[in-house]
């Protein structure tokens, strides 16, 4: 079955230091999404990537950086510049060409920086 | 800018009593809006979504919603809630144009009382 794949489930980070949380998708879509999520904040958007090699800045991207060299793949890396990463994450994607049909989201990744 | 507001932060329903859960948005054209339910530790999960055509639009689990452009509004709705209706709820909004992203609200916690 198609789907989103998000890993590890569960992830600890220490002070200082970067952490990549994995996404995958083989929903064959072209766009694909970060969201972070706080109690009582919702989801907000971190970076999102509409093709291959392109992605654009969210609401909240200062202290994340991503990539994006396959379709498959949209990676996010936590660094030591984000001074409060404890959240759950969350990947989305979307087929382009069928935007309006929403998004697809996987099980997330909760990050605990300890 | 678009924007989204969820007004109830916390709803307590009995089993079996009707549900409304309240959502506006802000945008300047027709847009698209989404209801999605996310259980413990979860990803999203789409219940519904409207884009254009019929304002009632039905979706699963037996919840339905209905667009009003004259309030900007995109309430959920369920005639009758079960137990496992309990979750969090976001309503969102995405622009009618590729490469954009949704805008969530923070989200509704449903209690199911018995």
């Known amino acids: 079955d198609g789907g989103i794949t998000q890993s590890p489930k569960y992830l600890f980070r220490k002070e200082g230091q970067n952490v990549t949380l994995s996404c995958e998708q083989n929903l064959n879509h072209d766009a694909m999404y970060w969201y972070r999520q706080d109690p009582g904040q919702g989801l907000r958007l971190i970076y999102y990537s509409q093709i291959v090699n392109d992605f654009q800045k969210g609401d909240i991207a200062e202290g994340y950086s991503v990539s994006r060299e396959k379709k498959e793949s949209f990676p996010l890396t936590v660094t030591s510049a984000q001074k409060n990463p404890t959240a759950f994450y969350l990947c989305a994607s979307s087929d382009q060409r069928s935007y309006h049909y929403g998004y697809t989201f996987g099980s997330g990744t909760r990050l605990t920086v300890v | 800018a678009q924007s989204v507001t969820q007004p109830d932060i916390h709803i307590t329903v009995s089993e079996g009593a009707s549900l409304e859960l309240r959502c506006n948005y802000s945008?300047?054209?027709?847009?698209?809006l989404f209801w999605y339910v996310q259980s413990p530790g979860q990803g999203l999960q789409l219940l519904l979504k409207y884009f254009s055509g019929d304002t009632l639009v039905q979706g699963i689990k037996g919840f339905e919603a209905e667009f009003k452009r004259s309030q900007s509004s995109f309430n959920l709705r369920k005639p009758s809630v079960h137990w496992s209706d309990a979750a969090e709820y976001f309503c969102a909004v995405g622009a009618n144009q590729a490469g954009t992203a949704l805008i969530f609200g923070k989200g509704t916690t449903l209690s199911v009382s018995s």
């Open positions: 945008y300047g054209a027709t847009p698209y």
